[in-house]
């Protein structure tokens, strides 16, 4: 089945403790990307990957980090939670066919609900 | 800068009654997506629609329609004889196809909670 997998669903952690919110997709999409979600904003983006190696800042970057070392793989990094991070976090991945192609859709995992105290 | 406004933040309406949640968007891209997504209360988002920016046509899938007007930069959708499964949270969202920064990000509108009373 074609989907995007995130671990864990549910975490409660304290301030400072670096933690990492796996993301996996089994469709070799190029494009992954991450995504919070907070009452009254909606949602928005953190960070996005086009491929391997290549990753950038989306509009709420801070405090986080990410990685692309595999193309099925974008886990997202908290090297210092602070509770402003506490949010409902998305992982997306979708295909597309290179500069001004064709946006396949996104695939969405189930979310990360993540508070941090 | 790309924008997705959706106007209604709550809505309420009776079991099989119509109702249509409005999108409007702004961007500066002549190829761009538009999409619906459902989040139901058990949180994930679900895709119901990608339209691009070149085919005006209307969709119907079932119970939902989708109209989309470049003209008025709107994107609403419809449910038919709305049900209580249909009660969620409906999301619209935006992607400019382009390379550079922010290349593909999806912005989506607020969105929109939709409750059916029996």
Same mark, same amino acid.
């Given at each position: ?7 864990? @669903?549910?975490?409660?952690? *304290?301030?400072?403790? +670096? ?8 469709? =070799? ?17 953190? $960070?996005?990957?086009?491929? *391997? ?12 980090? *990410?990685?692309? +070392?595999? +193309? ?11 509770? =402003?991070?506490?949010?409902? $976090? ?15 859709? $996104? ?5 990360? @609900?993540?508070?941090?105290? | 800068? /790309?924008?997705?406004?959706?106007? /209604? ?7 099989? #009654? ?7 968007? #702004? ?15 058990? !949180? #994930?988002?679900?895709?119901? %629609? ?6 005006? /046509?209307?969709? %119907? ?17 419809? %449910?038919? &004889?709305? /049900? ?8 619209? &969202?935006?992607?400019? &196809?382009?390379?550079? &920064? !922010? ?16």
């Amino acid at each position: 089945e074609a989907q995007v997998t995130q671990n864990p @669903r549910y975490l409660i952690t *304290v301030t400072g403790k +670096k933690l990492t919110v796996t993301c996996s997709q089994n469709m =070799n999409h190029e494009y992954m990307s991450w995504y919070r979600q907070d009452p009254g904003l909606g949602l928005r983006q953190i $960070y996005y990957s086009m491929n *391997v190696e290549v990753t950038d800042k989306g509009d709420v970057p801070e405090g986080y980090k *990410v990685s692309r +070392k595999e +193309k099925r793989n974008f886990p997202l990094i908290l090297e210092s939670p602070s509770p =402003n991070q506490t949010s409902l $976090y998305f992982c997306a991945s979708s295909s597309f066919t290179g500069t001004g192609g064709d946006v396949k859709g $996104y695939t969405f995992g189930s979310g990360t @609900r993540l508070t941090v105290v | 800068a /790309q924008k997705v406004t959706q106007a /209604q933040t709550e809505i309420s309406v009776v079991e099989k #009654e119509d109702v249509t949640l409005d999108c409007v968007y #702004e961007t500066r891209d002549t190829t761009y997506y538009l999409f619906w997504y459902k989040q139901p209360p058990s !949180g #994930e988002l679900v895709f119901l %629609i990608r339209r691009n920016s070149f085919d005006e /046509q209307n969709e %119907i899938s079932g119970r939902y329609s989708w109209n989309f007007q470049k003209s008025t930069s709107s994107f609403n959708f419809t %449910i038919t &004889a709305s /049900q209580v499964v249909d009660s969620a949270v409906y999301f619209c &969202a935006l992607s400019e &196809a382009r390379s550079g &920064a !922010g290349s593909y990000q999806l912005t989506f509108g607020k969105g929109t909670k939709l409750s059916v009373i029996p």
